[in-house]
């Protein structure tokens, strides 16, 4: 496919995880794609690679001016970066509430800001969040994580209401339980890595993790001009987790 030909991509989060399979997969469809992180030195041609600090302004906006000047423009961000957090509301102080929120949810706002002078100059302007499924169920431990993804999704639908009339859409992707460096520290970590994997795969009734690949097939999809018509939704790449009930497996 080219439906990205012609097209500039800004994408934060981009040197690893779903970030690097988003922005391979942009520029294998025609964009020219630009990577935002704390460290893009993996990060190789033809994609054009700047360091920011999500919880920096300054550092977003020269970074975001520095990919504009290098691409000639934007037409999509992808809002990817993130961080993760375990625990009961109990188990994190308000530090670190403050840290996460500042990553998840700030990062998305000082990075959006900086890109919506140069998304409104687009004829295909386009954001997509990374959310999660934390965002619209309940899962254990999480309850920092789900906070800041609750407010990325309802920070997604008011952005699309917000700019709807500028021919900006806004989107997002909820994930499930990704195959992503993170989750692989967290195996790591776990006292029998090989139960705790089996346990998030099968939490998903397809009984396996999602593919950083598959979420940025959804991303994609959600920016692409072929979706003209897609805008404030939220697109579940969860493995089945939060529509499907499936019966016990019969013994």
Not at 18 to 39: C, H, S, Y
Not at 131 to 152: D, F, H, M, N
Request: proline residues 4%; charged residues 20%.
């Amino acid at each position: 496919m080219s439906d990205f030909e012609g097209l500039r991509a800004l994408v934060t989060g981009g040197a690893s995880g779903i970030g690097r399979a988003t922005a391979e997969l942009l520029a294998g469809r025609g964009a020219q794609v630009a990577v935002l992180d704390l460290d893009p030195s993996s990060v190789d041609k033809p994609l054009l690679a700047c360091r920011a600090d999500v919880t920096d302004d300054t550092s977003v906006r020269e970074a975001v001016a520095a990919a504009v000047a290098g691409l000639g423009g934007l037409d999509v961000l992808v809002n990817n970066a993130g961080i993760g957090a375990q625990g009961t509301v109990e188990d994190n102080d308000d530090a670190e509430w403050r840290r996460v929120f500042d990553v998840n949810v700030l990062g998305m706002v000082r990075t959006a800001r900086a890109a919506l002078p140069h998304l409104r100059a687009s004829a295909h302007a386009a954001i997509v969040n990374t959310c999660s499924i934390a965002a619209t169920a309940g899962l254990p431990q999480r309850a920092l994580y789900s906070a800041t993804k609750g407010a990325v999704y309802s920070l997604t639908l008011a952005m699309a209401a917000d700019h709807v009339r500028e021919g900006i859409r806004v989107n997002c992707v909820n994930p499930g339980t990704v195959d992503t460096p993170w989750i692989g520290r967290l195996l790591d970590a776990a006292d029998d890595p090989g139960a705790e994997r089996a346990s998030l795969e099968a939490r998903q009734p397809t009984g396996r993790l999602v593919a950083a690949a598959e979420v940025a097939g959804a991303i994609a999809y959600l920016a692409s001009p072929l979706s003209g018509a897609t805008t404030g939704t939220a697109l579940a790449v969860d493995g089945g987790m939060q529509g499907l009930r499936l019966r016990p497996a019969a013994r």
